[in-house]
Every structure is written in structure tokens, then in C-alpha cells.
């Protein structure tokens, strides 16, 4: 079974710059969230979208920050434009959500640096 | 919201000896503890769970507790190898979000 499909892996830009990133969750998981991951610390969640819902998007800086989520599989995440501090690493999750457990599974991340 | 303290920040042991990573969450409505491993440079691996019903569990050398009264739950890595070194997270799930602890750095030394 395939994981969670991230890409692009890297990515560099320059502030100001817009930059989007991909999503392809596990196979039948209903829950897709979105996290980003400073250097040394744990991941901080930004979206949760259940089936093509956001449930959960208090934390998204949405004045430049947004996210979909199309036929409730594939999701892109956007900034626009990006800042110094957006510098991190994005992190995509699934899980099947079933009786309010929620075992997410991680995508490999993409390594965002703005110069 | 929820917050989750995890302790200590970095850890060093000997190889073969245990490992002890403790947490403690806030909201009491949290019945979801998973643990992530992080090695540097790769997506954080769900390594082990534990539901609020529950207070142990054990799969192989490793295992973690939960005491819900005080709030905190531990992750115990028994006779640990050089490739137990990682990040280790602790995460509360308190209605399908999860709140992650900052951290342990742990390293095995042979």
C-alpha cells in the first residue's frame, strides 16, 4: 500500500514569491491535514479537512495561507506571498477517521526555504 | 486548546540500557496518545498508541503508559540499539486534532 505522496520534496523561493504544495493521501483515508514542522520542535497543525471539508482551520494564517481540497482525495496547500519566517518544513497526514480515533499517517514532507 | 509538555529535550544512553520519555496534556477531553519517531531528515513514523481506556501497552521493547487522573503518559524503550536514535514525539488527540509535545532528541551510544 502506498504512503502519503508529497511533492515538490524542495523547494526554494524567494520572499514574495507564491509557492504551492501537493498532497496525495493513503488510499481510502477520509482526513487530510496539513502541518508545518520549525527546526526542533513538533509539527503545528494548519488545516484539517474531512472528506472536502475544513473542519479545523483556525490555525491557517489566511491572509496568505490557503488550502483545497477537490473531490475530497488530493489537496494543494498555498502561500502567497511567502514570507522569511514561512521557512519550514510542510507536513501532509491521513488518517481514517472511524469512531473518533485517529491514526495519521505522515507524508515525507517538503522543505520550504525563502530567501 | 491543548497542551502537551514533554520532558527531557534530549536524552543519551547507553546501548542496551532503557529509555524513559515522559508527557503531560491539559485537556482531559484528549483519549488518543500516539507516539511519532522522527529520524533526521525523514516524515515522523507512528510507533506505538494508546487509547484512554487503556493503561499500558506493549509491543516488543517498546511500551507506554497512561495515567488519565494525572494527566501524563510515558514512552519506555527497553534495551535500546543505535538505530533507536531519533526525535521522539508525544501527541495529545483531543476531537481528532493532535497537539504534539516539542520533542526528545534521543541518542544510543554503542
Known amino acids: 500500500e502506498a504512503g502519503v505522496v508529497q511533492s515538490p520534496r524542495y523547494k526554494i523561493i524567494e520572499k514574495k514569491q507564491p509557492v504551492a504544495f501537493w498532497c496525495n493521501p493513503i488510499s481510502g483515508h477520509n482526513t487530510l491535514y496539513w502541518y508545518r514542522q520549525n527546526l526542533g520542535q513538533g509539527p503545528e497543525l494548519l488545516i484539517r479537512?474531512?472528506?472536502?471539508?475544513?473542519?479545523?482551520d483556525s490555525q491557517l494564517p489566511k491572509d496568505r495561507f490557503s488550502a483545497e481540497r477537490l473531490k475530497g482525495v488530493d489537496s494543494t496547500l498555498k502561500i502567497q506571498p511567502a514570507e522569511l519566517g514561512d521557512s519550514a518544513v510542510y507536513l501532509c497526514?491521513?488518517?481514517?477517521?472511524?469512531?473518533?480515533?485517529?491514526?495519521?499517517?505522515f507524508g515525507p514532507g517538503t522543505r520550504l526555504t525563502v530567501t | 486548546g491543548e497542551n502537551v509538555e514533554q520532558h527531557p529535550s534530549t536524552l543519551s544512553v547507553q546501548e542496551g540500557d532503557s529509555a524513559v520519555i515522559k508527557c503531560t496534556y491539559s485537556?482531559?477531553?484528549?483519549?488518543?496518545f500516539p507516539w511519532y519517531k522522527q529520524e533526521l531528515g525523514k516524515r515522523p513514523q507512528l510507533i506505538i498508541d494508546?487509547?484512554?481506556?487503556?493503561g499500558e501497552k506493549k509491543d516488543q521493547r517498546i511500551a507506554v503508559t497512561l495515567n488519565k487522573t494525572a494527566k501524563h503518559f510515558s514512552l519506555h524503550i527497553t534495551e535500546t540499539q543505535p538505530e533507536d536514535s531519533a526525535v521522539y514525539f508525544c501527541a495529545a488527540d483531543s476531537w481528532g486534532k493532535l497537539q504534539f509535545g516539542a520533542g526528545t532528541q534521543v541518542v544510543v551510544t554503542p
Open positions: 494508546i487509547r484512554s481506556n487503556v
Open positions: 479537512y474531512e472528506n472536502e471539508e475544513a473542519v479545523d
Open positions: 497526514a491521513s488518517s481514517l477517521s472511524l469512531a473518533g480515533f485517529h491514526e495519521q499517517y
Open positions: 485537556d482531559s477531553a484528549s483519549n488518543y
